[in-house]
């Protein structure tokens, strides 16, 4: 019952999801619940105002269907039970398994349910008392990072707010109304001062509207139209007559993009000789910026494809200039000391995380005998559901943390209640601007639910790790800032203020130097294309995006009840109606869907929402076969081909 004469608190926290922004938020606090949340005002980025998914948080956190006990599995359901119990229950499995098979034979997998630093002392936990088998690579990332690392040296951007010393900004694969909606205050700023904007997506988005050009390429020839332009720039001599002072591979790269005329690598692109041309005038009419999504390196050639956009980048003449750069991540631990944590370099083994599935199940010496899944609904978001299923629920013992009964989570021995970002502890960086911020527990969570870090205490003295993770968050948080905290971004700072990273640059490479082996560009010198990936069957790529109304899988209660929406041109969808239900076929399963009709799409793609659960028969993961990319270990999200058939077909 709320005291309607409590009084109103007003305190600030900042938003732990998986996304660029992390917004500063200021949160309404009245008789310890959440009233109100909204955008900080002070805060350069966030603006004042959130995004849909955010603003609507409160509904997730006073959702009926919140788990407030640990549940153990009692045949096919679950009944609660003591934390005392399930912890004791925990600790002996845990060291029976390391006695007995190696801790290599324990699995902990975590993903971006928060994005908060504290995380990586839950992974530590597990480092401490093993290590243990952890992912490879990263689904969401992975492949774009591996190229950056090549080519760079590290994977950065400039400032987000250099882009108004732009004169052409290229959203490469990019749609900020869905993933990142506090760039377009910066990109409308930009545009009212007479920036050209310009994107490159397989797909028609609304950022289409906000551009003064858009091009429209097939799903993976991004790498073929960034070779074209500079194939372009090389005949039109617009390449940085210096370029070869600060890149290796200068000749092989030029050799391997005059292979080919800049009109082959237009119709290998699927562009018009005219779109590529006019691409290319405005790209040399700089100082421009690319600012690449993250969907083209979720291919087979993902990294390649980074890679080519990179060198075209570099022999431009946009690096290490103002207004210039390619922005793809920013270092969201760069301000922050983690180095507690060793991570790949002394795991004991790996699974490639798009692998998950096949790749518990497969195995040996020792096997996976135990998982821990926090802060991930892996059946829903990785490749191959069925087998991710299946993987889970033939362990000896899974247990998954988690604030809400998740597909994942009811593949689970034993579930584990924990907390939301209005009631965590931890501090942030960004991956699309410079900015840190602190989280804090705004309200009090319920009785029995605990942090990520409040279980992996609870669990140390019993597994013999209690000295290590006896400090409390403050101390970490303390630990954390140590490489900053006297350079204007220790915690008090980041309390009082919103704090850039004093270690963001504004301008990458601004000297030129860059911190690969040689100091130089390492241009890449061969790219692949990803295959067209359609086939005479199944004519269609199946392309699970992000939607605006929901992080993830992280649907609100009643938002599943209709079949998922699928989004088709009209000419590839014959015999059917928009609105109508089909049944989408890939190799690997079936989902029944609505079809919409959309005359702005290519013929070769189907789109539905990311992260449909699967008991809802709206999980788009269920249909997309398990692969890595070329390199960095992403997930083929995709690739994989579909067909769409009556339901009575099927
Ligand atoms: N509302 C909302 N916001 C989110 C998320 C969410 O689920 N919902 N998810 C968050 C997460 S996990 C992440 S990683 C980030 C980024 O999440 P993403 O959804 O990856 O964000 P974008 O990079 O904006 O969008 C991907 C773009 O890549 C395009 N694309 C796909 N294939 C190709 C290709 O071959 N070439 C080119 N040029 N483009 C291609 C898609 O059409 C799409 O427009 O956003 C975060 N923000
Ligand atoms: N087909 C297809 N699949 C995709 C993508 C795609 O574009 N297409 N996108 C991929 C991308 S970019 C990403 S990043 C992944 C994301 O994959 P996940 O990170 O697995 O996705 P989420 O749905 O956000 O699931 C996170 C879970 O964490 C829980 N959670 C939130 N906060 C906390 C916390 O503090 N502690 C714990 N223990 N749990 C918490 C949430 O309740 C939620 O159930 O999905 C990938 N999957
Ligand atoms: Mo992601």
């Not at 362990?395 to 689970?412: M, W």
């Amino acid at each position: 019952m709320t005291n309607t004469s409590a009084p109103l608190l007003t305190v600030k926290t900042a938003c732990n999801r998986d996304c660029g922004d992390a917004c500063s938020i200021v949160v309404t606090v009245k008789d310890n619940r959440v009233v109100r949340l909204a955008g900080d005002p002070d805060h350069p980025v966030t603006k004042g105002f959130l995004c849909h998914r955010t603003s609507r948080f409160l509904e997730r956190q006073y959702s009926p269907h919140r788990l407030t006990t640990p549940l153990v599995r009692n045949g096919n359901g679950f009944q609660p039970a003591t934390w005392e119990s399930v912890l004791d229950r925990i600790a002996r499995a845990m060291l029976r398994f390391r006695e007995e098979s190696g801790p290599a034979s324990i699995m902990h997998y975590r993903c971006g349910g928060s994005m908060g630093l504290m995380k990586l002392v839950t992974d530590y936990f597990f480092e401490r008392f093993g290590p243990v088998t952890i992912k490879s690579g990263d689904v969401c990332t992975g492949a774009g990072d591996a190229a950056q690392q090549l080519d760079f040296g590290t994977v950065d951007s400039h400032d987000i707010f250099d882009l108004l010393n732009s004169k052409t900004v290229i959203l490469w694969g990019k749609n900020p109304y869905v993933s990142q909606v506090h760039l377009l205050p910066v990109l409308r700023e930009a545009k009212k001062n007479g920036t050209r904007l310009i994107l490159i997506d397989p797909v028609h988005h609304q950022t289409a509207q906000l551009c003064d050009q858009f091009v429209q390429p097939r799903p993976g020839g991004d790498a073929a139209l960034a070779m074209g332009m500079a194939s372009l720039l090389f005949e039109r001599g617009k390449v940085d007559p210096t370029f070869n002072d600060y890149c290796d591979n200068a000749d092989e790269f030029r050799a391997m993009v005059c292979s080919r005329t800049s009109d082959e690598w237009a119709s290998l692109a699927e562009v018009s000789v005219a779109e590529i041309s006019s691409l290319t005038d405005a790209y040399s009419d700089g100082p421009s910026a690319i600012v690449a999504g993250w969907g083209m390196q979720r291919r087979t050639n993902g990294a390649a494809t980074v890679r080519a956009i990179d060198a075209l980048a570099a022999v431009s003449g946009n690096l290490g200039v103002a207004g210039g750069g390619i922005s793809y991540c920013f270092a969201r631990k760069g301000a922050f000391d983690c180095s507690f944590l060793k991570g790949e370099a002394v795991a004991p083994r790996m699974i490639p995380e798009p692998l998950f599935g096949p790749g518990i199940l497969a195995a040996a010496d020792p096997p996976i005998r135990m998982v821990w899944v926090t802060a991930a609904n892996p059946v829903v978001m990785l490749p191959e559901s069925e087998t991710v299923k299946r993987a889970l629920e033939t362990r000896e013992l899974t247990v998954v943390v988690d604030s809400f009964l998740t597909d994942t989570a009811q593949c689970a021995d034993i579930v584990l209640p924990t907390t939301t970002m209005l009631e965590d502890d931890d501090l942030l960086g960004a991956y699309g601007h410079h900015w840190l911020a602190e989280m804090r527990p705004v309200v009090a969570a319920p009785k029995l639910v605990k942090t990520d870090y409040e279980i992996v205490q609870s669990l140390a003295p019993l597994v013999g790790l209690d000295a290590e993770f006896s400090d409390d968050v403050e101390t970490w948080k303390q630990r954390l800032l140590s490489p900053v905290c006297d350079r204007g971004a220790s915690l008090a700072d980041i309390r009082r203020q919103p704090v850039r990273s004093p270690d963001g640059p504004s301008v990458m490479f601004a000297n030129r130097q860059f911190p690969t082996a040689s100091g130089r560009v390492n241009l890449v010198s061969s790219v692949s294309l990803a295959p067209s990936g359609t086939t005479a069957e199944r004519p269609l790529l199946l392309t699970a995006l992000s939607s605006a109304a929901v992080q993830g899988s992280q649907w609100l209660d009643d938002a599943q009840d209709d079949y998922l929406p699928a989004t088709i041109h009209p000419d590839s969808a014959s015999g059917f109606n928009n609105d109508d239900v089909a049944i989408l076929d890939s190799e690997y399963g079936q989902l029944t869907v609505r079809l919409k009709f959309d005359g702005n799409q290519r013929r070769d793609v189907i789109l539905v929402p990311k992260g449909g659960w699967l008991n809802k028969g709206r999980c788009a993961n269920a249909l997309i076969k398990a692969q890595t990319t070329d390199s960095g270990d992403c997930a083929v999200y995709y690739e994989t081909p579909v067909r769409i058939i009556p339901p009575t077909e099927s």
